[in-house]
Structure formats: structure tokens, C-alpha cells
């Protein structure tokens, strides 16, 4: 089983409609991350959480929201979809240890039309 | 501001080829440099990360090279196969407390039979 699940995979909804993305892992890590990926823009950071009661921010949050349910889960919400937000999101995460290696999820694809 | 660049975009090379991917980034207080690869419609996974008290390190075929003063790290990959067709990634964490990762746009690479 992979240690890192992202659920769904693929998601096609219309512009206003709220989205939830769900990440779950069983590596036991304390921190937990949601990237997007988008052509010529890479990978970028839109929230993280250091443990259960840590969320922050960022390098593009708006339009977004996240939810730290328990150590295992962190989830990501767009309230109102909008078509730019169509892109690959991914789920990553680390152990507070000395090498930071992420661990991701296999990605999922939302399309807002 | 931390920048990471990697050359080139694109690379197809006959199978068997030794081969060199390029990875440069504008701030030398980094934490750790990671290499990792993106399979299509897989996430992202982990090949090597070298601290940055550290000059390189070797997995299998792979070897990454890092050389903070000039700002640069190279993957080598040596007598390539069709598997390693993939797009590779390279990642800085800044040294300090937010321990984030700095992303390239990667390098796509074909091998071909």
C-alpha cells in the first residue's frame, strides 16, 4: 500500500462549486504539505502544516483552505472553484528529522470548467 | 530571494549514454539540495539529497554533486536506460527554521531504445 494517498486522483467540477481534496499517509510524519503544479510555472506551495495544531500559509493560499483532521490527514479545500485553479495538486510529507526528505502523493488532476 | 534554475528543459539521448542534468540556484545559505523524479501520472519521488556540509552522493547509477559556492548541483546518470525517461527535479531547502522547498521547472528526459 502507498504510503502516501491522495483521494480523488481525477476531479472535473464547475466554476463556483466547492472542492475538498483528501490526503492521508502512514508514515507517520508530523509535517504535511499541498503543492500545484502547472506548465512553466512548477511546483508551488500552497499550505503546510508543521503538526495537528500548526497551519501556515504559502506562497499561494488564496482561494484555497486546508484542514489538519489528525497527524495522518490533511485536506484541501476551494470554496468557490474557479477555472485558473485547474491544475495538478499534490500531498507531501516529512519527519521532523535532520534530512527533510518529502515523501508525495500520486497527484491529483482537477480540471474546473 | 532563493531562484532554482535547471538546464536544459529537454533532453533525448540514445540508450547507454552517460548524461549530465544541471541544477543552479542564486543563494548559497541552503540547507540541503534534493534531486527528485516525476513519472506521468505519478508523484514525485526521492533519488538523493545531499546535506550542505556535503559534496555529493551516489545511488546505483546516480550520483548528484553539489558545490554551494558556485551555486550548482549536476545529476549524473550513467549508461542510460529507457526507464529513466522521466522528468527530473531539483529542490533547495534555504537554511533557517522555515524549512521549505525551492523548486526548479526540471528536465524532461527521454532515453530512447
Known amino acids: 500500500d502507498a504510503d502516501v494517498t491522495q483521494t480523488p486522483r481525477n476531479r472535473i467540477t464547475k466554476t463556483g462549486k466547492r472542492i475538498m481534496l483528501e490526503c492521508s499517509q502512514t508514515?507517520?510524519?508530523?509535517?504535511m504539505y499541498w503543492y500545484r503544479q502547472d506548465p512553466g510555472l512548477g511546483l508551488r506551495l500552497i499550505y503546510y502544516?508543521?503538526?495537528?495544531?500548526?497551519?501556515n500559509k504559502g506562497e499561494i493560499s488564496d482561494g484555497y483552505s486546508v484542514s489538519r483532521q489528525a497527524q495522518a490527514k490533511f485536506s484541501l479545500s476551494l470554496e468557490s472553484a474557479i477555472p485558473n485553479q485547474t491544475a495538478l495538486y499534490f500531498c507531501?510529507?516529512?519527519?521532523?528529522?535532520?534530512?527533510?526528505?518529502?515523501?508525495f502523493g500520486p497527484g491529483t488532476r482537477l480540471t474546473v470548467l | 530571494k532563493q531562484e532554482v534554475t535547471q538546464i536544459p528543459a529537454a533532453l533525448s539521448v540514445p540508450e547507454g549514454e552517460n548524461l549530465v542534468l544541471n541544477c543552479s540556484f542564486t543563494?548559497?545559505?541552503?540547507?540541503?539540495l534534493q534531486w527528485f523524479r516525476q513519472d506521468p501520472g505519478k508523484g514525485l519521488t526521492s533519488l538523493l539529497l545531499?546535506?550542505?556540509s556535503q559534496r555529493e552522493q551516489t545511488s546505483g547509477r546516480l550520483n548528484a554533486s553539489l558545490d554551494k559556492s558556485s551555486g550548482r548541483s549536476t545529476l549524473y546518470i550513467a549508461a542510460s536506460q529507457p526507464g529513466d525517461s522521466a522528468t527530473y527535479l531539483c529542490?533547495?531547502?534555504?537554511?533557517?527554521?522555515?524549512?521549505?522547498?525551492?523548486w526548479g521547472l526540471g528536465t524532461s528526459l527521454a532515453v530512447n531504445p
Open positions: 508514515k507517520g510524519h508530523d509535517r
Open positions: 543563494d548559497s545559505a541552503i540547507y540541503n
Open positions: 545531499i546535506q550542505s
Open positions: 507531501a510529507t516529512s519527519d521532523t528529522g535532520s534530512t527533510d526528505t518529502q515523501y
Open positions: 502544516s508543521f503538526d495537528v495544531k500548526d497551519i
Open positions: 529542490a533547495v531547502i534555504r537554511a533557517g527554521n522555515n524549512r521549505k522547498l525551492i
